[in-house]
């Protein structure tokens, strides 16, 4: 992954204005949409309004292109993550089917290897392996194909799981954001985990009930990190970034935004997809680069959401 300051050397270069330390706009669309990013490849889904369809959106070194690739009705579940050979791959599932785009070569190919006659959602590639979701009905089912073999993951005990809604491959491993009902169905949870061979290591949750909806955003993995968001929509309160150190478990935060559609961890700041309202209640959604964050250690309230 190149340095975010030479990715932002590169975007300053491509708009030309010089680098800055501030948050930075890249682009803006007309609905809301989720991005991710590896090296100096930027991928997001935009929404084109005339064909009301959503387009695969790229940037490769500060150059935005829009592939020559068929369009998706819904919005683009995407991915950017190192392929075989450690250069940028872009996966994203389109019409329950999952493709790769190759930013260096333009092009685009089916993984056949995972497609089925089901549904298969939220990819996510890591060299040589790939995480996604495959429904068939109404469960969802995690798998993780490596080597050749596509193996079914562990699901939360006791829970009846109602979404996965992400899922991380990275060197460090398999991370997935579960939404389960819990007692008296009542309410249910978002749960982050890390799939530690057949059982699921808690992470970090957040529940949800009566005007309240708590969400988990898009799990990222830097170093020995792993970066996310934390969204409530109701009350307002207790959106916040996190960073939970995967080897001494300490979790630290910093002030986030209930607007937030996905973030990765870039360096020292995250690339940031976020909802906008520019006029007359129609929501739309912006990509910046924030301002360098600064994590403290996290409150006690939010500590006992490490636990299970």
């Known amino acids: 992954m190149k340095p975010i300051a030479a990715l932002l050397a590169l975007l300053a270069l491509a708009a030309g204005a010089a680098p800055a330390a501030a948050e930075q706009r890249l682009a803006s669309e007309g609905r809301p949409f989720i991005a991710d990013a590896f090296g100096d490849v930027i991928a997001w889904s935009a929404y084109d309004a005339d064909a009301r369809v959503y387009r695969l959106r790229v940037s490769r070194g500060g ?28 996966v994203y599932s ?13 092009l685009e190919q089916p993984l056949a290897e995972v497609n089925t006659p089901g549904t298969e959602l939220h990819p996510s590639i890591h060299r040589s392996g790939l995480g996604f979701v495959r429904r068939v009905g109404a469960k969802p089912v995690l798998y993780l194909r490596r080597g050749g073999d596509t193996k079914r993951q562990p699901r ?123 006029g007359g209640g129609v929501e739309a959604g912006e990509l910046v680069v924030t301002d360098p964050i600064r994590f403290t250690r996290a409150t006690r309230a939010d500590v006992r959401r490490t636990r299970p």
Request: aromatic share 10%.
């Open 94 to 106: 389109r019409r329950g089917d999952i493709f790769q785009y190759d930013p260096a070569t333009g």
């Open 63 to 90: 150059v935005v292109t829009t592939p020559a690739v068929d369009a998706s009705p819904g919005e683009l579940q995407l991915d950017v993550g190192p392929g075989p050979d450690g250069a940028p791959l872009v």
């Open 156 to 278: 939360p005990r006791f829970k009846r799981a109602l979404a996965i809604e992400d899922v991380e491959l990275s060197g460090r491993g398999l991370f997935v954001v579960y939404r389960t009902d819990v007692v008296r169905s009542c309410c249910t949870s978002a749960t982050l985990y890390r799939v530690a061979g057949k059982r699921l290591a808690h992470i970090f949750q957040v529940g949800s009930g009566g005007a309240n909806f708590g969400q988990l955003v898009t799990p990222s993995v830097s170093g020995r990190s792993i970066y996310f968001a934390r969204t409530n929509e109701g009350s307002g309160t207790g959106n916040r970034f996190f960073r939970y150190d995967l080897r001494t478990k300490r979790l630290f935060v910093a002030r986030g935004t209930s607007r937030a559609r996905s973030v990765t961890w870039r360096g020292d700041r995250f690339l940031l997809s976020r909802e906008t309202f520019p």
